[in-house]
């Protein structure tokens, strides 16, 4: 039922989107932060340091690009039920024929995975009184993915007066696929926004104890958690520490907050990526999306609409490796490293990810119907809580 009544509320949906798009075929992905300078036996240099995290640093926040460079590599499977769906019903057939007459009525569909994938029919974010897009030309998303962002922020606009608008930084492309400096940020699913700061709002702020609105960001988080199907959310471990132990100080369950951030042998929803002390990456599952992409996926690609997606891996370069060494554990050639990203010579660098293209240029969708996990809902209200708001 939880799905039927999405799909319902995706049609009556009046977001901070609007525009349709169908995608055409997408290169390859870049590897942010891979350069390129010497032999194929160059043994990978050492990386510099992250950077200062101090308050004092944040000034210099200002003029730089969000850093995701070192994200999570692809979600592994996850266990979950099957839900219903709208395509339920229809044949093949049915489905090949509406992608051929009528394509914009299957909504949105997020092609293959964030890290390497493609978006049709995506709507673009636009201005409101949730959030303001910084480039909007990167800010489109699946129907599910922005109806799951506007429903946690009016949630939060509910439950705390006079909450200001946040800056919206990347989802995904017009048709999906590679954007600099993301690794994913490719299927529609991932969203780059700011936190919510005492005072001033503004986008790339480093975020510590003295600027970070916890309420508020609490409430965001605890609203993606219990109103969504959100499958991460990646932010600095220094603001982690800072919302977990304002979770429990207003008297949410220990045991279910500690299991958001990993603890008791859970599925950590909560984790740590480089780059997210100022802002924070949301991914979303798509039950609706992502099964629709599934069930299309061949009539997509027979109709020219979408290409075969290639698959990659992301290695992550450890010290002293080469590229000759990495191309042999994958059975892959060099040269297709290189073309795989963008490279014109063979420096790597350690702690930098790589992307590995895989044998099969034309991978299969997923054989069998999606499951998604349950949501992660607390065991009740804590009257703190409550309270912590007025």
Same mark, same amino acid.
């Given at each position: 039922?939880?799905?039927?009544?999405?799909?319902?509320?995706?049609?009556?949906?009046?977001a901070c989107s609007a525009t349709t798009h169908v995608v055409e075929p997408a290169s390859a992905p870049k590897a942010a932060g891979v350069e390129a300078e010497v032999r194929d036996d160059e043994p990978a240099q050492e990386d510099a340091s992250d950077g200062d995290d101090t308050p004092a640093a944040e000034?210099?926040?200002?003029?730089?690009?969000?850093?995701?460079?070192?994200?999570? %590599?692809?979600?592994?499977?996850?266990?979950?039920?099957?839900?219903?769906?709208?395509?339920?019903?229809?044949?093949?057939?049915?489905?090949? &024929?509406?992608?051929?007459?009528?394509?914009?009525s299957l909504g949105s569909m997020s092609v293959g995975n964030p890290n390497a994938g493609l978006l049709v029919n995506g709507k673009n974010a636009e201005k409101c009184e949730l959030y303001t897009p910084i480039a909007p030309g990167t800010a489109w998303g699946t129907e599910e993915t922005l109806a799951y962002l506007d429903g946690a922020l009016r949630k939060v606009h509910a439950e705390i007066p006079d909450t200001p608008a946040l800056a919206l930084g990347d989802i995904?492309?017009?048709?999906?696929?590679?954007?600099?400096?993301?690794?994913?940020? &490719?299927?529609?699913?991932?969203?780059?926004?700011?936190?919510?700061y005492v005072g001033e709002q503004r986008?790339?702020?480093?975020?510590?104890?003295?600027?970070?609105?916890?309420?508020?960001?609490?409430?965001?988080?605890?609203?993606?958690v219990t109103e969504t199907d959100v499958?991460?959310?990646?932010?600095?471990?220094?603001?982690?520490?800072?919302?977990?132990?304002?979770?429990?100080?207003?008297?949410?369950?220990?045991?279910?907050?500690d299991g958001l951030f990993g603890g008791g042998g859970q599925r950590a929803i909560i984790r740590y990526a480089r780059g997210h002390a100022t802002h924070v990456h949301v991914r979303f599952y798509?039950?609706?999306? &992502?099964?629709?992409?599934?069930?299309?996926?061949?009539?997509?690609?027979?109709?020219?609409?979408?290409? %075969?997606?290639?698959?990659y891996v992301q290695h992550m370069v450890k010290k002293g490796e080469t590229l000759g060494k990495i191309a042999k554990k994958y059975g892959v050639s060099v040269a297709a490293i290189k073309r795989a990203n963008r490279l014109k010579k063979s420096l790597i660098r350690e702690k930098h990810p790589?992307?590995?293209?895989?044998?099969?240029?034309?991978?299969? %969708?997923?054989? &069998?119907?999606?499951?998604?996990?349950?949501?992660?809902?607390?065991?009740?209200?804590?009257?703190?809580?409550?309270?912590?708001?007025?």
């Open positions: 039922m939880r799905a039927a009544a999405l799909w319902v509320a995706l049609i009556l949906f009046e000034a210099n926040d200002d003029g730089d690009e969000p850093d995701d460079e070192a994200e999570e %590599p692809e979600s592994p499977p996850v266990t979950g039920e099957r839900r219903p769906h709208p395509l339920d019903g229809l044949s093949d057939a049915e489905v090949a &024929q509406a992608v051929k007459t009528r394509l914009g995904s492309a017009r048709s999906g696929g590679p954007i600099s400096p993301h690794l994913s940020h &490719q299927s529609g699913r991932d969203v780059d926004i700011s936190y919510f986008w790339y702020r480093r975020g510590n104890a003295e600027n970070l609105d916890l309420a508020r960001n609490w409430a965001f988080v605890r609203a993606l499958e991460f959310i990646f932010m600095d471990t220094s603001i982690q520490a800072l919302l977990k132990e304002y979770a429990v100080s207003i008297g949410e369950n220990r045991a279910w907050v798509n039950p609706i999306a &992502q099964e629709t992409a599934r069930r299309s996926y061949a009539a997509l690609v027979e109709r020219g609409i979408v290409p %075969p997606v290639q698959n790589v992307l590995i293209p895989i044998a099969h240029p034309r991978p299969a %969708p997923p054989p &069998q119907r999606l499951a998604f996990p349950p949501r992660r809902l607390p065991p009740s209200e804590p009257d703190a809580r409550a309270a912590a708001r007025q």
